[in-house]
């Protein structure tokens, strides 16, 4: 099904290559990527959701990547490096390059994995790949039990919004004009941009009171 993307390429991942249409950086992606979208179903609620499983999904990937490092490579957990957020400080020249530190700091970091980098990724992702459903919410403790319980609710409000009795319109939200001209909206004007201010689609009630009315 034709998207947005199709006719706007410059909203594209730059990492996206358009060819065999797949990323160039991820085989799986990861937490943010998986959880992306230019328009939510369930509009706001969905938006949380899927906010929610991100925050989910972050904290599997970080906790299952400490686990597997301090099994292999403890040294880089006891020196704290796998804590680089809280490290201050300016960024450094091969930082911003992305590229790698000088010898000395590479080796001191890597040590026995020195040469041998992509073993102890593969090393790292057949440890993760034996553990259980059970053996990873251990690792997720009380911040993965909370989290699930966050889920769970924003899920049931995505999936069964509650209506407020009185409801307001908002003058910021907009609707798409369809392709297919026979589902187009009449009064619609033409318009170059895909997206109308549902404001600017005439009459309208800017309040619906759902409460009954009072005797
Ligand atoms: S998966 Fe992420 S990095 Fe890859 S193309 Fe999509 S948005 Fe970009």
């Given at each position: 099904m034709p998207s947005i993307l199709d006719s706007l390429?410059?909203?594209?991942?730059?990492?996206?290559?358009?060819?065999?249409?797949?990323?160039?950086?991820?085989?799986?992606?990861?937490?943010?990527?998986?959880?992306f979208f230019c328009k939510y179903v369930a509009g706001a609620d969905g938006r949380k959701l899927w906010?929610?499983?991100?925050?989910?999904?972050?904290?599997?990937?970080?906790?299952?990547?400490?686990y597997a490092l301090f099994k292999l490579h403890p040294e880089y957990i006891h020196h704290?490096?796998?804590?680089g957020e809280t490290e201050s400080g300016p960024l450094t020249a091969d930082q911003l390059d992305e590229e790698a530190p000088p010898e000395a700091e590479y080796r001191a970091m890597?040590?026995?994995?020195t040469g041998r980098e992509a073993e102890l990724y593969r090393a790292c992702f057949a440890d993760v790949r034996g553990?259980?459903?059970?053996?990873?919410?251990?690792?997720?403790g009380l911040d993965g039990?909370?989290?699930?319980?966050i889920?769970?609710?924003?899920?049931?409000?995505?999936?069964?919004?509650?209506?407020p009795e009185v409801l307001r319109f908002n003058p910021d939200a907009t609707v798409q004009?369809?392709?297919?001209?026979?589902?187009?909206?009449?009064?619609?004007?033409?318009?170059a941009h895909p997206f109308h201010r549902l404001a600017d689609l005439g009459p309208r009630h800017d309040e619906i009171d759902r409460r009954p009315p009072v005797p």
């Open positions: 390429p410059a909203l594209r991942c730059p990492y996206y290559d358009v060819g065999p249409g797949s990323c160039t950086l991820w085989a799986y992606r990861e937490a943010v990527c998986s959880t906010m929610s499983i991100k925050t989910l999904l972050s904290l599997v990937e970080i906790q299952l990547s400490r704290h490096r796998s804590r890597w040590r026995g994995w553990l259980s459903a059970a053996d990873v919410e251990r690792l997720l039990t909370l989290e699930q319980v889920l769970d609710r924003l899920y049931a409000a995505a999936v069964s919004p509650e209506l004009r369809s392709r297919e001209p026979q589902h187009d909206l009449a009064h619609v004007p033409p318009r």
